[in-house]
Antibody, heavy 117, light 107 residues
Framework: QVQLVQSGPEVRKPGTSVKVSCKAS????????VQWVRQARGHRLEWLGY????????NFAPKFRERVTFTRDMSTNTAYMELGSLESEDTAVYYC??????????WGQGTLVTVSS | DIQLTQSPSFLSASIGDTITIICRAS??????LAWYQQKPGKAPNLLIY???ILQSGVPSRFSGTGSGTEFTLTISSLQPEDFATYFC?????????FGQGTKVEIK
């Protein structure tokens, strides 16, 4: 079993950036990836991409490639998602998820990011 | 990007009913299709992957079928805890995409 605990809610102004953390505990599958997904109110879930924990390799959804960064700190089993050039449309709950049998077996509790002037 | 369209978007049913949700893909996704349940304020919970493989711990009243472009999620004998929103997701090609969701409410 893996538990993912995310950082708390954030409020940002348009044009700024936000960094969300996702700390893992429990049995972590070797060479697994941490996925990032968001859900804006009234919209479908949207996949942002992933980072492979061991190698640091990343894969981004084209829509976010220019302004999202994934990093990880292996010493603390924590992954990070930083989204820049924020717009009001980026207001959403951001989730991390990771692998068991599939890439999305375990999910964090979600982090609400509000972008407002 | 592969578009996933679920039908219906909203479903009203009674406890004990059997319901079916359809997910159609804009192009073939083989069997790389997953289903999730989400309750308000909670993260999605994986129910089925590989179109028909039940995730460990998920009740057997949930089942999935399909391949290519058309998939179904069936819930037999609806229980009170099954009233939630259900999403499909394709993992055949990047970017991975989700359906718009089907909200199942109590009649």
């Amino acid at each position: 079993q893996v538990q993912l605990v995310q950082s708390g809610p954030e409020v940002r102004k348009p044009g700024t950036s936000v960094k969300v953390s996702c700390k893992a505990s429990g049995f972590i599958v070797p060479n697994s990836a941490v996925q990032w997904v968001r859900q804006a109110r009234g919209h479908r879930l949207e996949w942002l991409g992933y980072i492979v924990v061991d190698s640091g390799n990343t894969n981004f959804a084209p829509k976010f490639r220019e302004r999202v960064t994934f990093t990880r700190d292996m010493s603390t089993n924590t992954a990070y998602m930083e989204l820049g050039s924020l717009e009001s449309e980026d207001t959403a709950v951001y989730y991390c998820a990771t692998e068991g049998t599939t890439p999305f077996d375990y999910w964090g509790q979600g982090t609400l990011v509000t972008v407002s002037s | 990007d592969i578009q996933l369209t679920q039908s219906p978007s909203f479903l009203s049913a009674s406890i004990g009913d059997t319901i079916t949700i359809i997910c159609r893909a804009s192009q073939g996704v083989s069997s790389y299709l997953a289903w999730y349940q989400q309750k308000p304020g909670k993260a999605p919970n994986l129910l089925i992957y590989g179109a028909s493989i039940l995730q460990s711990g998920v009740p057997s009243r949930f089942s999935g079928t399909g391949s290519g472009t058309e998939f179904t999620l069936t819930i037999s004998s609806l229980q009170p805890e099954d009233f939630a929103t259900y999403f499909c997701q394709q993992l055949n090609s990047y970017p991975w995409t989700f359906g718009q969701g089907t909200k199942v409410e109590i009649k």
